[in-house]
C-alpha cells in the first residue's frame, strides 16, 4: 500500500494526551520549565513559565497518533491523500 514512500514522523500524542517534543530523546514522559517561544506552550501572562509533562520524541508502543510528512512519493496513489480529487 506504501510501497516506495518515505514518511517523516512531525509530531504525535501518547495514549494519555501528551504531545511529543523534538530534543528529548526517551520514549516516556518528562516534566520540563516552559517559556515563552517553545513549542507545546502557550504564554497566558507576560514573563509567566509553567512546568508541564510532554513526552520524548522516541517512537514506542504507547503512542496513540502519530504525524507523518510526506517525503518521498511512491509509484502508487494513495486514495484521498496523493491522487488529485
Known sequence: EFKGYIFRISGGNDK???????????????????KKGMSCFRERRKGCRKRKSVRGCVVGPDLATLSLVISKKGEADIPGLTDDQ
Open 16 to 34: 494519555q494526551g501528551f504531545p511529543m517534543k523534538q530534543g528529548i530523546l526517551c520514549n516516556h514522559r518528562v516534566r520540563l520549565l516552559f
